[in-house]
């Protein structure tokens, strides 16, 4: 089993910046597959970012590039996720997600995802 724990979610003016971070744990391999999701109150869930811990390769959502960045830092389990000028079109929900093997799936798909965080909430205000 692999647990993952999200923080780093708050309230922010639209400009401002949040950093999440996703600290895994329990039975991982040496690299994995992280996805960082969000859901917005009546809408589905949406892939955000996600990046391999083994060769750092990301991917992003167009609603997110230029603005969100995916990093990680191995050493402790650690995957971030720093957000810059937020917009209140970010508010939502966000959850990270762990897979240890690749699949075809689009990385930014919840389906490729077998772990998942319970979410730390996001309110960027206009």
């Known amino acids: 089993q692999v647990q993952l724990l999200e923080s780093g979610g708050g309230e922010v003016q639209a400009g401002g910046s949040l950093r999440l971070a996703c600290e895994a744990s329990?039975?991982?391999?040496?690299?994995?597959?992280v996805g960082w999701f969000r859901q917005a109150p009546g809408k589905e869930r949406e892939g955000v970012a996600s990046i391999y811990t083994g060769y750092g390769t990301t991917t992003y959502a167009d609603s997110v590039k230029g603005r969100f960045t995916i990093s990680k830092d191995s050493a402790q389990n650690t995957v971030y996720l720093e957000m810059n000028n937020l917009e209140p079109e970010d508010t939502a929900m966000y959850y990270c997600?762990?897979?240890?093997?690749?699949?075809?799936?689009?990385?930014?798909?919840?389906?490729?995802?077998?772990?998942w965080g319970r979410g730390t909430q996001v309110t960027v205000s206009s």
């Open positions: 329990g039975n991982l391999y040496s690299h994995y597959y």
């Open positions: 997600a762990a897979a240890l093997h690749w699949t075809s799936l689009s990385s930014l798909s919840q389906d490729r995802y077998t772990y």
